[in-house]
């Protein structure tokens, strides 16, 4: 609706949570993402690569794929950046649902 954040509606596209029977089987499964990736403590320094390509895969997918379907949340302004952070948390910290 008009006036409310727009979201990214990440199922269309990924799984997230093996118990949600209704999602897109487009891009990869995100289930375990940050797990999967290692990333353990989101301050390490060991885990700031992983942290990076996902910000930016995030903020504008063709940068690391001209043809990639994703869209470019941040740079088209589909979502702001608290948005992001949120969206970030999600799947990459050790203590998400997502990573459990």
Same mark, same amino acid.
């Given at each position: %609706? @008009? =006036?409310? @954040?727009? =979201?990214? !509606?990440?199922? !269309?596209?990924?799984?997230?949570? @093996?118990? %949600?029977?209704?999602?897109? !089987?487009? =891009? @990869?499964?995100l289930y375990q993402y940050g797990k999967i990736r290692g990333v353990a403590d989101v301050n390490s320094p060991l885990s700031r690569p992983i942290i990076e390509y996902t910000w930016t895969k995030l903020y504008n997918a063709k940068a690391y794929n001209a043809c990639s379907g994703m869209p470019r949340f941040g740079h088209a302004g589909l979502l702001d950046e608290k948005q992001m952070q949120h969206l970030m948390a999600l799947i990459l910290d050790p203590q998400s649902p997502v990573n459990r």
């Open positions: %609706e @008009p =006036g409310l @954040p727009v =979201g990214g !509606n990440c199922y !269309n596209c990924h799984q997230i949570d @093996p118990k %949600e029977i209704s999602y897109g !089987n487009i =891009g @990869p499964s």
